[in-house]
């Protein structure tokens, strides 16, 4: 075939070659197609972990056909007489949904929340005020973490390639050979071969604490020094007693209470202090003052008697932040999660976070073929800085949503970001609406808001400059020119000195 250097022949080449493509390409799509099918079903993948996002994942990873075995260290939950560990309720947003809609469960998934269009704060006077989270139709979801987890793992076993072991523990994880030794009800440790190591057990992390071992592996934890706390809030005549579309937050500089409303019309709160406040409580009547002094309207929504049994039921928990990287070791294992980025709750993304871990690799699969020594390292390329950047941005909202949204200023900075918004769309996008209700990367985001910060407050300046020069020249403009003509001649002010070391008291106007 003869070649050229023209715009015309090189054109020519391309057509008659994509011909010649579009000929073979129903047939050659559809061997391809299957002999990549038949190549999956070959591979193993382990999960490590059958919580949120491993259930996730296991859906993910069944839908490519590969044989998924899931490790789950805790009983089934959907069996379990009681559940353990965390139970803050879930902020379900824009990134977490559309992981679900790419496994057809968004629409299942949602009808289990409750909307919230705004944050309700709650000041110590009593005064409630609502502060919008975005346009009219943007809300974000008050999801049960227990009910979200049964509903993934029912997803889960309905895949015919997937096996779900539960009260299956790693105990070692070997990625360079590609075993993992689990220990079982029956209490004899076994190993287990496969081609991928997928570990998404959580921010104590197993497979990352193996991983870790190795070099070039960098790791890090923060537990802040503010611990939880849950209460409940029950239903007031068979409805909810407070407004039920709402994220409650009661702000008091340096802690917070939250309230979450469930579909059984009750609200789970979640009250966050430093760990030296919490032990300061020591009595029944402690833990009364306290609410009477700091959340006086909280006491008649919960009752004096329930409020100081949950109170005692648990102690404070703790909250820590994981940041680590890389999150692959070679085509082998990856981590996902809080496995790979533990973050603190209080900008409600950890587990969206987590579920577009989960999107993200599912798209790498699709962008390079199912190519294990090719997806994970561009896994880890492309999420290592958003998990950092949610990270920090995690801490940061504690600081806001406990303190700053008393601030007037706060209120109107959020005033004009909706502003601007409103004319400049595309430019101007609060850091909320960019986090929540887009899947932009969040360490795109957090870059676009310092720019927006820093350009409005340029803005602030140039508006009050202009204000202030506007205003001292209406006041030259319009002023006496008797007064103003005194003061060009300083020499005229002797006759107003009327004796030594004392000025008189009279303006230039009353002469």
């Not at 009250?271 to 002094?293: A, G, I, N, R």
């Not at 973050?343 to 993200?360: H, K, R, T």
């Not at 676009?448 to 820093?454: I, L, R, T, V, Y």
């Amino acid at each position: 075939m003869k070649t050229s250097v023209s715009t015309d022949g090189t054109k020519s080449v391309w057509r008659r070659s994509e011909c010649a493509f579009r000929d073979r390409s129903s047939d050659c799509g559809k061997r391809f197609a299957a002999m990549d099918s038949s190549d999956n079903q070959r591979r193993k993948v382990a999960v490590i972990g059958g919580g949120l996002v491993g259930a996730l994942n296991a859906c993910f990873l069944a839908k490519r056909n590969f044989q998924v075995d899931v490790y789950e260290a805790r009983e089934d939950i959907r069996v379990a007489k009681s559940s353990h560990g965390r139970s803050i309720n879930l902020a379900l947003s824009y990134r977490g949904r559309q992981a679900l809609k790419a496994i057809g469960l968004e629409d299942q998934i949602v009808s289990q929340g409750v909307p919230l269009r705004a944050r309700m704060i709650h000041s110590l006077s009593g005064k409630k005020s609502a502060l919008p989270y975005g346009k009219k139709h943007q809300y974000i979801l008050s999801i049960s973490r227990e009910n979200l987890n049964k509903s993934l793992l029912d997803a889960v076993e309905k895949y015919p390639n997937v096996k779900v072991y539960f009260g299956h523990r790693l105990l070692k994880c070997n990625p360079e050979e590609g075993v993992i030794t689990v220990l079982g009800a029956d209490k004899v440790p076994k190993d287990v071969t496969c081609n991928l190591i997928v570990g998404c057990d959580g921010a104590y992390s197993t497979v990352r604490n193996h991983l870790m071992k190795k070099p070039r592996f960098d790791y890090s934890q923060h537990y802040i020094p503010h611990g939880y706390m849950e209460l409940s809030i029950p239903p007031k005549n068979g409805d909810f007693a407070l407004e039920p579309n709402y994220l409650h937050i009661w702000p008091r500089n340096t802690f917070m209470m939250i309230a979450l409303p469930n579909t059984n019309k009750s609200f789970t709160c979640t009250l966050f202090m430093p760990f030296e406040e919490f032990e300061k409580l020591l009595t029944s009547s402690d833990v009364l003052d306290f609410f009477q002094k700091y959340f006086p309207d909280f006491i008649p929504l919960i009752g004096k008697q329930a409020l100081v049994q949950d109170f005692f039921l648990l102690p404070p928990q703790t909250m820590i932040s994981v940041k680590c990287s890389s999150f692959h070791f070679k085509s082998h294992c990856v981590l996902m999660g809080d496995a790979a980025h533990a973050i603190v709750p209080f900008f409600g993304q950890g587990m969206n976070a987590g579920f577009e871990d989960c999107l993200v690799l599912d798209e790498l699969m699709d962008k390079f073929n199912n190519n294990f020594s090719l997806c994970l390292p561009e896994f880890s390329r492309v999420r290592i800085p958003d998990a950092h950047a949610i990270s920090d941005l995690s801490v940061y909202n504690y600081m806001e949503m406990r303190a700053h949204v008393n601030s007037w200023w706060f209120a109107f900075q959020k005033n004009i970001e909706r502003f601007l918004h409103a004319i400049m769309p595309s430019t101007f996008v609060p850091l909320y609406t960019m986090v929540t209700f887009s899947r932009i990367r969040y360490h795109e985001a957090v870059l676009h808001w310092h720019w927006q910060k820093k350009v409005i407050k340029q803005g602030l300046f140039v508006f009050g400059s202009l204000v202030a020069t506007g205003t001292a020249y209406l006041l030259v403009h319009y002023m006496s020119p008797k007064p103003l003509d005194y003061l060009r001649r300083p020499w005229k002010w002797a006759p107003y000195f009327q004796d030594v070391g004392h000025i008189s008291l009279k303006t230039p106007g009353s002469y």
